[in-house]
């Protein structure tokens, strides 16, 4: 499967994004989805992933009650709500794809992978 984020942008802290990103080449309802982001100098960490239905979300500690993260299998599309925005959470925002039947925080275990949408967070 291919995918392609969006969404990204420029906001100040206390401020909201969406994230979206959409699957192609393959059936988007096999796989489980994630969201993981990348800051300058840093490792990609892992921020949200989500069942094949749906109704299984996982969340890193940091992102906790700040960022939701869904999806719309008819429309090949996962989405990153992220609000109350800190600059700490400025960074690439990558999506990612697993052909399984449990969400995973471990990045090892993704296999695809989407370009990334740059956020940017100003104080």
């Known amino acids: 499967v291919q995918l392609q984020a969006s969404g990204g942008g420029m906001v100040q802290a206390g401020g909201s994004l969406r994230l979206s990103c959409v699957g192609s080449?393959?059936?988007?309802?096999?796989?489980?989805m994630g969201w993981f982001r990348q800051a300058p100098g840093k490792e990609r960490e892992f921020v949200a992933t989500?069942?094949?239905?749906?109704?299984?979300?996982g969340y890193a500690d940091s992102v906790k009650g700040r960022f939701t993260i869904s999806r719309d299998n008819a429309k090949n599309k996962v989405f990153l709500q992220m609000k109350s925005l800190k600059p700490e959470d400025t960074a690439d925002y990558y999506c990612?794809?697993?052909?399984?039947?449990?969400?995973?925080?471990?990045?090892?275990?993704?296999?695809?992978w989407g370009q990334g949408t740059q956020v940017t967070v100003s104080s």
């Open positions: 990612a794809a697993k052909e399984s039947f449990t969400t995973t925080k471990k990045r090892n275990e993704y296999d695809f």
């Open positions: 080449g393959g059936t988007f309802s096999r796989y489980v």
């Open positions: 989500i069942g094949r239905g749906g109704a299984s979300t």
